[in-house]
Nanobody, 118 residues
Framework: QVQLVESGGGLVQAGGSLRLSCAASGRTFSSYNVGWFRQAPGKEREFVARISWSGGSTRYADSVKGRFTISRDNAKNTAYLQMNSLKPEDTAVYYC???????????WGQGTQVTVSS
């Protein structure tokens, strides 16, 4: 069982930056792939970024490529999402999730709000 807690959200002006953190409990986190997702009001949840268990492989949604960077520190049981050049359309609740089987995300955090003002 893994519990995930996101932090680092907030209000930022367009063009600004935020770094989200996803702190995990459990010794097996380092063997799990991790993803970040977001959900804006009235919209479906969408994929943002993914990192493999080792950190050696990453993937991004086209909408954030070149602006967001996903990373992890397995020694700290934490994953990160560095968000630069933020746009108002990045406003959403951001969730991290853990995928232990390379099949689906079984564990989800409670989310952290990111609001980008124009």
């Amino acid at each position: 069982q893994v519990q995930l807690v996101e932090s680092g959200g907030g209000l930022v002006q367009a063009g600004g930056s935020l770094r989200l953190s996803c702190a995990a409990s459990g010794r097996t986190f380092s063997s799990y792939n991790v993803g970040w997702f977001r959900q804006a009001p009235g919209k479906e949840r969408e994929f943002v970024a993914r990192i493999s268990w080792s950190g050696g492989s990453t993937r991004y949604a086209d909408s954030v490529k070149g602006r967001f960077t996903i990373s992890r520190d397995n020694a700290k049981n934490t994953a990160y999402l560095q968000m630069n050049s933020l746009k108002p359309e990045d406003t959403a609740v951001y969730y991290c999730a853990a995928d232990p089987s390379n099949i689906k995300y079984d564990y989800w955090g409670q989310g952290t709000q990111v609001t980008v003002s124009s």
